[in-house]
């Protein structure tokens, strides 16, 4: 183990400016290709947020906790049945349920959602803001077009032990300080 270190301190010891301003600018490049990206899919799918990580169990057995989803948002109306990712006014966390009533107003052509998760016993009311009775088009940040099962769990274990995201960010850190590539 000792020997280990002593070798990575070597390295990052005979490091030169030039090497290290390549590994920078790499780094960069990964980053804000990962925006690119990012953005890209939030053009095309139409929202802010195109990809969700599932945190609870409400949705179950239709979505377990650690599930991927991929979302969208288009015009076309809401229906029942549906799953959508909602945000709640002051809470930053979305959430994501089935919708169980759509009330269409005929006389503004706008629509009101009520939601509630599959594995929970009442509706969602006591979710949205006080005094809310329906979730309306503002709320609702997309609709659950596919998913990805699990693959969220890496989210979930760096959020619940921050630790671990220092850890690897630390580890990644190092491997590409001290890479000679």
Same mark, same amino acid.
Do not use: N
């Given at each position: 183990m000792? @020997? %280990? #270190? @002593?070798? !990575?301190?070597d390295s990052i010891k005979s490091i030169k #400016?030039?090497?290290l301003l390549t590994q920078a600018v790499t780094l960069g490049m990964i980053v804000t290709s990962a925006l690119i990206l990012w953005k890209a899919m939030m053009c095309v799918t139409g929202t802010e947020s195109p990809v969700v990580?599932?945190?609870?169990?409400?949705?179950?057995?239709?979505?377990?906790? *650690?599930?991927? &989803?991929?979302?969208r948002m288009t015009k076309d109306p809401i229906r029942t049945g549906e799953i959508v990712v909602f945000k709640i006014? @002051?809470?930053? #966390?979305p959430i994501v349920h089935r919708v169980i009533e759509v009330h269409e107003r +005929? !006389? !503004?052509? +706008?629509?009101?959602v009520l939601t509630k998760g599959d594995n929970n016993d009442v509706d969602d009311i006591g979710l $949205?803001?006080? *005094?809310?009775? %329906? &979730?309306?088009?503002?709320h609702i940040m997309g609709r659950? /077009?596919?998913?990805? =099962? $699990?693959?969220? %769990? /890496?989210? #979930?274990?760096?959020?619940?032990? =921050?630790?671990?995201k220092y850890l690897l960010i630390g580890a990644m850190g190092l491997l590409v300080i001290t890479s000679k590539d």
């Open positions: 000792m @020997g %280990w #270190i @002593g070798e !990575t301190v #400016i030039r090497q990580v599932v945190l609870s169990g409400s949705m179950e057995p239709a979505f377990q906790r *650690g599930d991927i &989803l991929f979302l006014d @002051g809470r930053d #966390i +005929k !006389t !503004t052509g +706008k629509v009101d $949205y803001a006080d *005094g809310q009775m %329906w &979730l309306h088009r503002h659950a /077009v596919g998913f990805l =099962p $699990y693959v969220g %769990w /890496v989210t #979930i274990i760096m959020t619940e032990k =921050p630790i671990i």
